[in-house]
């Protein structure tokens, strides 16, 4: 009955919508959002292993930090032409200052 009782409880604090929001804001960091959502790791953990769409969001997160990281070596290598330099500028401005307003 107390476990019925937990498991309720996480599903009034833990939704889906409210989990890959709070697994966005901090980049994937599962321990960061645990104590965003002011819940157990293991609860997260075990949360996030029940639903198919909370892992294929963080194989998303991950993926575009991967796409990130091979950006910025092309661009210290100088491999990503003048105008596409531009528009990658653009468009992190635009990212960061819609952040900083979100903030």
Partial sequence: ????????LV???????????????????RVEAALE???????LH????QHH??????AEIE????QVDILARRLRRGDVE?????EIRSLLS???HSEARAA
């Fill in 46 to 49: 075990s949360f996030i292993a």
């Fill in 94 to 96: 635009r990212c960061l």
């Fill in 37 to 43: 959502l002011q819940v157990a790791r293991g609860t």
């Fill in 1 to 8: 009955m107390c476990e019925a009782k937990g498991e309720s």
């Fill in 82 to 86: 003048p105008e596409h330099r531009r």
């Fill in 53 to 58: 769409e909370i892992i294929e969001f963080l």
């Fill in 11 to 29: 599903r009034r604090i833990l939704t889906i919508d409210k989990v890959k929001t709070v697994l966005e804001r901090t980049g994937g960091n």
């Fill in 63 to 66: 993926d575009d930090a991967r």
